[in-house]
């Protein structure tokens, strides 16, 4: 079955800018979650979505936002960028259950963002 | 401050030595996952722990979760170059569905 697919791979933006990243989960898996990968920080959460719902939320300031869309194919969305939020982007999907239940993610293989 | 300290940080074998890495944290956790990251890809799950002092095997790496469920570790035998990666532990909540990780030990096995 095809894997978790991320676009696009590599992305220089301009600080202030903004920037959307998609993810297509694998078929069948209806959460979807987003982390940051910095060197100093390691993989630190954003948020999770299942079926349309934002269910959990990370440390991030507002200008971090997303959204899953009915297919369970999701979004970020950063505004303003800055220096700071230099990072992979990573995408993970996994099959959904209750709260508590942690099945095993698959991850994309990232969006390499780079804020100059 | 991450919820998971991982250690060592950095650890460089030969290859066909032996080696243990681990996770260890204040919290309980519902479950504890190892991932492995090579450069320029995501995470990909080794095994997921749900038991508190269970252990799994795969191959040659073997896992533990704490009897507590705070922590876990990583033990592989007669490592290897393909070994080589970033490995991440991660622990899920009771109350809710995300993972959260460690900073992860970096591990080089030279040929």
């Known amino acids: 079955k095809a894997g978790v697919t991320q676009t696009p791979r590599y992305l220089i933006k301009t600080r202030g800018q903004q920037v959307t990243l998609s993810c297509s989960p694998i078929?069948?898996?209806?959460?979807v979650s987003w982390y940051q990968q910095t060197p100093g920080q390691g993989l630190q959460f954003l948020f999770e979505?299942?079926?349309?719902?934002?269910?959990n939320k990370g440390n991030f300031p507002g200008r971090f936002s997303g959204r899953q869309f009915s297919n369970s194919r999701s979004e970020m969305n950063v505004s303003t960028l800055e220096l700071g939020d230099s990072a992979l982007y990573l995408c993970?999907?996994?099959?959904?259950?209750?709260?508590?239940?942690?099945?095993?993610?698959?991850f994309g293989s990232g969006t390499r963002l780079t804020v100059v | 401050t991450q919820l998971l300290e991982q250690s060592p940080q950095f650890l460089s074998i030969q290859e066909g030595e032996n080696l243990t890495v681990y996770c260890n944290s204040s919290?309980?956790?519902?479950?504890l996952q190892w991932y492995r990251q090579e450069p320029g890809e995501g995470p990909v799950l080794l095994v997921t722990v749900v038991t508190g002092g269970e252990v799994k095997k795969l191959k040659r790496l073997t896992f533990q979760f704490g009897d507590a469920r705070k922590d876990s570790s990583l033990h592989i035998t007669a490592a290897q170059p393909g070994d080589t990666g970033l490995y991440l532990c991660a622990g899920g909540s009771y109350n809710n569905n995300d993972m959260r990780f460690g900073a992860g030990t970096r591990l080089t096995v030279k040929p």
């Open positions: 979505y299942f079926s349309e719902t934002q269910r």
């Open positions: 078929s069948g898996h209806r959460s």
């Open positions: 993970a999907s996994s099959l959904a259950g209750p709260r508590g239940t942690s099945y095993g993610y698959t």
């Open positions: 919290s309980v956790f519902s479950s």
